[in-house]
């Protein structure tokens, strides 16, 4: 079973400086990946996706994320943050099961930005 | 569109009550997803509809909790009856086509049972 890990539940950093929130998958195959962001009492939305092809992913609000098969890692990073950036950042992992996609989220990690 | 509609938004009700959360998942979107989430086990996927057939109900927590999807514009979940334990927020969500878009979630329904 594919499993996810987000080592860090907490995390804080200062407006402006860079980020890096980490994520490792347990899959045997490639997966499929996802890192969504779910602001305080909303749902959650993604911000971009790897399938294939360039291991290094864009995604929206300035977020990128870089797949290393090596270490089994999805990390995603922003180089400069912004105070609205704080919200609680979700890696996911799908595989098809029986034509059908079965997505585990990990724990989750909670960002708070400082002035 | 409007997106993922959930309702209620929030629902306080007593341990051994009935409860019933309401989905209407986006338009064209053939993929219904609930979750509950809460602080100690993060994100759970509880079951998922695919044309509105149940595909996976592996993660329902119980025999207490039941789900339906008796048409492509709505999905229910109730606890039946409901316990402490149970409080959370509870998430539904949607996707269409290949099996690895993105899903969209609603609001979420925020579940406490007193």
């Known amino acids: 079973a594919q499993s996810v890990t987000q080592p860090d539940i907490h995390i804080t950093v200062s407006e402006g400086a860079s980020l890096e929130l980490r994520c490792n998958y347990s899959y045997g195959a490639t997966p499929y990946l996802f890192w969504y962001v779910q602001s305080p009492g909303q749902g959650l939305q993604l911000l971009l996706k790897?399938?294939?092809?360039?291991?290094l992913v864009q995604g929206i609000k300035g977020f990128e994320a870089e797949f290393k098969r090596s270490q089994s890692s999805f990390n995603l990073r922003k180089p400069s943050v912004h105070w609205s950036d704080a919200a609680e950042y979700f890696c996911?992992?799908?595989?098809?099961?029986?034509?059908?996609?079965?997505?585990?989220f990990g724990i989750g990690t909670k960002l708070q930005v400082i002035p | 569109d409007a997106g993922v509609i959930q309702s209620p938004r929030h629902e306080v009700t007593e341990m051994g009550q009935e409860v019933t959360l309401r989905c209407k998942p986006i338009?064209?979107?053939?993929?219904l997803f609930w979750y509950r989430q809460t602080m100690m086990r993060g994100l759970e996927l509880l079951i998922y509809?695919?044309?509105?057939?149940?595909?996976?109900d592996s993660g329902m927590p119980e025999d207490r909790f039941s789900a339906k999807m008796p048409n492509a514009s709505f999905s229910t979940l109730k606890i039946q009856p409901s316990e402490p334990r149970d409080s959370a927020v509870y998430f539904c969500?949607?996707?269409?086509?290949?099996?690895?878009?993105?899903?969209?979630f609603g609001p979420g329904t925020r579940l406490t049972v007193l």
């Open positions: 790897y399938f294939s092809g360039d291991t």
């Open positions: 509809f695919n044309n509105n057939v149940p595909i996976d």
């Open positions: 338009s064209g979107h053939n993929s």
């Open positions: 996911a992992v799908a595989l098809l099961s029986g034509g059908y996609q079965k997505v585990t």
């Open positions: 969500a949607s996707s269409s086509g290949l099996p690895y878009n993105e899903q969209f």
